[in-house]
Nanobody, 126 residues
Framework: QVQLMESGGGSVQPGGSLTLSCATS????????VGWFRQAPGKERVGVAC???????????AYSESAKGRFVISRDNVKKTVYLQMNNLKSEDTGVYYC????????????????WGQGTHVTVSS
């Protein structure tokens, strides 16, 4: 079983930056792909970025169209932490951000993710 805990959320003005962290623990946590998802009020949870396992693969990354060029996902296997650096934030980036794990292959779809964190709030507003 894998446990996840997100941190780093907060309030920021448009154009600002935030870095979210997803601390993982548990057996073989580094073997899993990790995804970041956003859920805006009243909307479905959508994939923002994901990264494969470096232990079993090449840590392939993928981004949603809205995140491309602005967000960067990375992982530190020593710290068992996955980061989401978010730059040039926009109001539409507002929501609760969750990280989750699944098998080896990353995906931007929430389907197939087995373990989820509790989420961290991000508000982008002037």
């Amino acid at each position: 079983q894998v446990q996840l805990m997100e941190s780093g959320g907060g309030s920021v003005q448009p154009g600002g930056s935030l870095t979210l962290s997803c601390a993982t623990s548990g057996r073989a946590a580094n073997n899993y792909a990790v995804g970041w998802f956003r859920q805006a009020p009243g909307k479905e949870r959508v994939g923002v970025a994901c990264i494969g396992s470096t232990t079993t693969g090449d840590a392939t990354t993928a981004y949603s169209e809205s995140a491309k060029g602005r967000f960067v996902i990375s992982r530190d296997n020593v710290k068992k932490t996955v980061y989401l650096q978010m730059n040039n934030l926009k109001s539409e980036d507002t929501g609760v951000y969750y990280c989750a794990t699944r098998g080896w292959t990353p995906s931007l779809s929430p389907r197939g993710y087995d373990y989820w964190g509790q989420g961290t709030h991000v508000t982008v507003s002037s």
